[in-house]
Structures are given as structure tokens and as C-alpha cells.
């Protein structure tokens, strides 16, 4: 079965500490994209990757990392930089960085102990 | 600024009934609209995809029309069941790949 799987589906963050959540793609796409969601606003795009190797900063990247070394996984971090960091996080991944349909993950839900 | 807004933020009616939800952009020069749907702690599943130089696309009992000059989106579901009970997402990408999506439509399905 092709797909997205984020894990864990939910974590929890105690201050000053950084966690890392997973995100794996056996669907062979170049690029995937990190989304914030929280409740009553749409996604907000945190990081994207259109190819191995490279990222670039979303609309709100800040207190966030990435790394890419691998085609089909994509670690966001969330450090303790990030002063709200509770939220809904959706990995996504499509065929090109262009006019596709985006595939996603189940999520994880991040809280703050 | 390139806003996309979703009316009603929830939605409830009875099976069977014909319902149509509403997406709006401020800004018409979009490559495409897509609808997504989304059940309680999930990820994004999408529904339908309509090229900016498109009119309308539908799969089984759902219809999505896009009419770029007024800057508006419908989706239609036709005889609603109670799995259709989800939030109904709309995002629009823009020319540089940026998508933005509306904070989406809560529909109930009673049976």
C-alpha cells in the first residue's frame, strides 16, 4: 500500500525541549510539505521540499527545522523556540512541486505538557 | 493578501437532503481549486480538482464548480449520507505552487 505515515500520532513537548516528529513517504514523490493546523484557521504551510537534499521556509517557519537527506522522509523539528507550538502537524507529498494533487498523512497532534 | 474563506464554518442536515457548500478567494489568478475532506483526527483526503481553466468536475455524487471571476467555488453533494459527515477543506493554488486553504466546513449528516 502507497502512502504517508507521520508518527507518532500524539506527542507531548515539555518546555525547553525540542521533539522531532516523523514523517515517511513510499509513494516515490519528490516533494513534501510540512502544514500547521489549529483549530478554526486552514492549514498553514511550515516547510517544503521540492527534491532531495533541499528545503525552503513556508509561511511560518520560524521555531521549526527540516531536513531532507532522503527521498522519502522528511523530520520536522519542533524546538523550543517555537513558543506555541500545540497543534495539529500534516505531512503532504506530491508527484513535482507544481500542479498536483497533494497526498497527506494521518497527523500528529502536539501538546504541551 | 491571498484569502480563502469557507461559509458556513458548520453545516447540519438530514440524510438525503442536497447541499451545497461555499469557497471563496480574493485574488482570481489561480492555477487550481481542489476540495479536500477531512475526518476527525485525519489527514487530508482529496476529493476533487478543478483546473483554473475549468469549469466544473464531478465524481459520483459530488459536483465542484469553480467561476474565477466572482472569485467563488461550490461543492455539491447530492443525496447526503451520514458518511458523509466530515469538515470539507477548499485551497487554492496560485501560479508559484502556494496553496491556501479555508479553515473548512463542519457538515453533520443525520440519519
Known amino acids: 500500500d502507497g502512502g504517508i505515515t507521520q508518527s507518532p500520532k500524539y506527542l507531548f513537548r515539555k518546555e525547553g525541549q525540542n521533539v522531532t516528529l516523523s514523517c515517511e513517504q513510499n509513494?516515490?514523490?519528490?516533494?513534501m510539505y510540512w502544514y500547521r493546523q489549529d483549530p478554526g484557521q486552514g492549514l498553514r504551510l511550515i516547510y517544503y521540499?521540492?527534491?532531495?537534499?533541499?528545503?525552503q521556509k513556508g509561511d511560518i517557519a520560524e521555531g521549526y527545522s527540516v531536513s531532507r537527506e532522503k527521498k522519502e522522509s522528511f523530520p520536522l523539528t519542533v524546538t523550543s523556540a517555537q513558543k506555541n507550538p500545540t497543534a495539529f502537524y500534516l505531512c503532504?507529498?506530491?508527484?513535482?512541486?507544481?500542479?498536483?494533487?497533494?497526498?497527506f498523512g494521518d497527523g500528529t497532534r502536539l501538546s504541551i505538557l | 493578501k491571498q484569502e480563502v474563506t469557507q461559509i458556513p464554518a458548520a453545516l447540519s442536515v438530514p440524510e438525503g437532503e442536497n447541499l451545497v457548500l461555499n469557497c471563496s478567494f480574493t485574488?482570481?489568478?489561480?492555477?487550481?481549486l481542489q476540495w479536500f475532506r477531512q475526518d476527525p483526527g485525519k489527514g487530508l483526503t482529496s476529493l476533487l480538482l478543478?483546473?483554473?481553466?475549468?469549469r466544473e468536475q464531478t465524481s459520483g455524487r459530488l459536483n465542484a464548480s469553480l467561476d474565477k471571476s466572482s472569485g467563488r467555488s461550490t461543492l455539491y453533494i447530492a443525496a447526503s449520507q451520514p458518511g458523509d459527515s466530515a469538515t470539507y477543506l477548499c485551497?487554492?493554488?496560485?501560479?508559484?505552487?502556494?496553496?491556501?486553504f479555508g479553515a473548512g466546513t463542519r457538515l453533520t449528516v443525520k440519519p
Open positions: 503532504a507529498s506530491s508527484m513535482s512541486f507544481g500542479n498536483q494533487p497533494q497526498h
Open positions: 509513494l516515490n514523490h519528490d516533494a
Open positions: 521540499s521540492q527534491i532531495v537534499n533541499d528545503f
Open positions: 485574488d482570481s489568478a489561480i492555477y487550481n
Open positions: 478543478i483546473q483554473s481553466s475549468q
Open positions: 485551497a487554492v493554488n496560485y501560479n508559484n505552487n502556494d496553496m491556501r
